[in-house]
Each structure stands twice: as C-alpha cells, then as structure tokens.
C-alpha cells in the first residue's frame, strides 16, 4: 500500500527535494507552500501529487489544507514538517517583534498545528512517522540569527516529546538537523550577514565551512534521503531522535 505523506512548505528547496524522493518511491503526496509561482513549477513536474497554496503563518489556513488533504487520501502514514523562514538576520536589538513572531509562526507554530491534526489519526491506526526539520542551529547558538534558532532548538523538544506521548502507540517521532544546506536561501543569508558584518560573501562562506569536518555545504537531496528512511520500516526502532545531516559540526557558526 501507497504510503499517505503530507509536507509543508516542499514547493522549492529542501522540501521539493523530500516531495520528488516520496513520489519517487510511490507514496501519495499533498504539498503545501506560500509561493505561487514554486507551486505552479512543482505541479508541472509532479502532476501525481497535489499542491496547494497556504500561508503557513495563519491557523485557519492550515486547518483548511489538512482538511481537504486528509480526506482526499483517506488518511495519513507520514508528516513531513519542512516549514521555516529565515527569519530576521541581525543584532537582536534590531530585531523588531513582529520579525520575531512571524518568524516562529512558520517555523515553530506551523509544526504544532500540523502535528496536532495527524497525531490521533496515527494513534488510532496505530502507525505513522512524524519528521520535523530543525538545524543544527537547534543543538548549537547562532549568532544574529536568534529567532530562527529559538525556533529550531524549539522543533528538538518538541520532536522529543511527541516521542513519549505517540511511542506508545508505535508512532515515530524524529528531527533532522541539517547543517548549511546549499542553494539560493543560504545565498540571501550570507549575504545579508555579510552585509550586517561589513565583510565580503566569500569571508561568510569560509567561516562556516571551517566549523566542519566534510568541509562542503549539504545538499538538499542529503535531506530527502533521511527523511524517506526515517519514514521507511528500517527505522522502526527509531524514535525522539535529533539527526544531524551536516558533515559534523566541530564548532558553529558565530
């Protein structure tokens, strides 16, 4: 049987990379993502699945997707919560609230209230896979960068308690933690820290690759890849766990 996957935010980036892995494999895939034009692209290359366009910072958004979402696939076997923003890079005293709360809206909120729908589905089937993605900057600090890692750091305790409470009802809860993941996002990142900072893109680039041990940036495919294990009955056994994807962090980045 089909696995049934929904994964928030998987129109570009880390989240299309998991999307074309299930859809790869045979699953049945609902998509969510905020960007029309994304959306429009992914469609084209998937028409098998099925995406829609949702604001992720909105509650009733969300409820409205999952509603359809569920009821057209009878069901779910598998939550990917890909959802995030980059939030705000700066000073944390020219970080405004609102940057602030935007920020965990997506990427914090929006894994609750995805979470909170599947959980007594998979409890009652009495299976499922719950994958959240987090970073490394959920297990180190990060500099200029404090409401996204308030964020990620934020999906670890969150990924460890929904263990306790689905274990017992052989639902799986993990996080992947990835390291610098390459591709246009981390662009527009260094180069605003680069900005911020007063120092070139290249100087950026080569402070966080010095932090690692495989000193290369992370594909988003590296990604996708663990998440289809951890989803897969090879990972049966493994639970409340936080995942690194990085190469090995020996120090982070400022």
Same mark, same amino acid.
């Given at each position: 049987?089909?696995?049934?996957?929904?994964?928030?935010?998987?129109?570009?980036?880390?989240?299309?990379?998991?999307?074309?892995?299930?859809?790869?494999?045979?699953?049945?895939?609902?998509?969510?993502?905020?960007?029309?034009?994304?959306?429009?692209?992914?469609?084209?290359?998937?028409?098998?699945?099925?995406?829609?366009?949702?604001?992720?910072?909105?509650?009733?958004?969300?409820?409205?997707?999952?509603?359809?979402?569920?009821?057209?696939?009878?069901?779910?076997?598998?939550?990917?919560?890909?959802?995030?923003?980059?939030?705000?890079?700066?000073?944390?005293?020219?970080?405004?609230?609102?940057?602030?709360?935007?920020?965990?809206?997506?990427?914090?909120?929006?894994?609750?209230?995805?979470?909170?729908?599947?959980?007594?589905?998979?409890?009652?089937?009495?299976?499922?896979?719950?994958?959240?993605?987090?970073?490394?900057?959920?297990?180190?600090?990060?500099?200029?960068?404090?409401?996204?890692?308030?964020?990620?750091?934020?999906?670890?305790?969150?990924?460890?308690?929904?263990?306790?409470?689905?274990?017992?009802?052989?639902?799986?809860?993990?996080?992947?933690?990835?390291?610098?993941?390459? +591709?246009?996002?981390?662009?527009?990142?260094?180069?605003?820290?680069?900005?911020?900072?007063?120092?070139?893109?290249?100087?950026?680039?080569?402070?966080?690759?010095?932090?690692?041990?495989?000193?290369?940036?992370?594909?988003?495919?590296?990604?996708?890849?663990?998440?289809?294990?951890?989803?897969?009955?090879?990972?049966?056994?493994?639970?409340?766990?936080?995942? +690194?994807?990085?190469?090995?962090?020996?120090?982070?980045?400022?």
């Amino acid at each position: 049987m089909s696995q049934r996957v929904l994964i928030t935010a998987a129109a570009a980036g880390i989240g299309r990379s998991i999307a074309a892995a299930f859809i790869g494999h045979g699953a049945r895939v609902h998509v969510c993502d905020v960007d029309p034009a994304a959306l429009e692209a992914f469609r084209a290359e998937f028409p098998q699945a099925v995406a829609t366009q949702v604001d992720l910072s909105d509650g009733a958004a969300i409820d409205a997707w999952l509603d359809v979402a569920l009821a057209d696939l009878g069901g779910v076997d598998v939550l990917v919560n890909n959802a995030g923003t980059k939030g705000p890079t700066a000073f944390v005293e020219d970080i405004a609230p609102e940057e602030w709360e935007q920020c965990l809206r997506v990427s914090l909120d929006s894994h609750f209230r995805c979470t909170r729908r599947v959980a007594g589905l998979m409890k009652a089937q009495r299976s499922g896979s719950v994958i959240s993605i987090s970073s490394m900057a959920g297990v180190y600090g990060f500099g200029m960068r404090t409401p996204y890692a308030a964020a990620k750091w934020a999906i670890v305790g969150l990924t460890k308690s929904l263990a306790i409470e689905l274990g017992p009802h052989e639902v799986r809860c993990n996080c992947i933690c990835p390291g610098t993941v390459r +591709g246009d996002r981390m662009d527009r990142v260094i180069a605003a820290e680069a900005a911020q900072r007063g120092i070139t893109p290249e100087q950026v680039t080569a402070e966080y690759l010095s932090g690692q041990s495989i000193k290369r940036f992370v594909e988003a495919s590296e990604i996708a890849d663990l998440a289809l294990f951890l989803a897969s009955p090879a990972a049966k056994m493994i639970n409340g766990q936080a995942i +690194g994807v990085d190469g090995n962090t020996e120090t982070y980045h400022i």
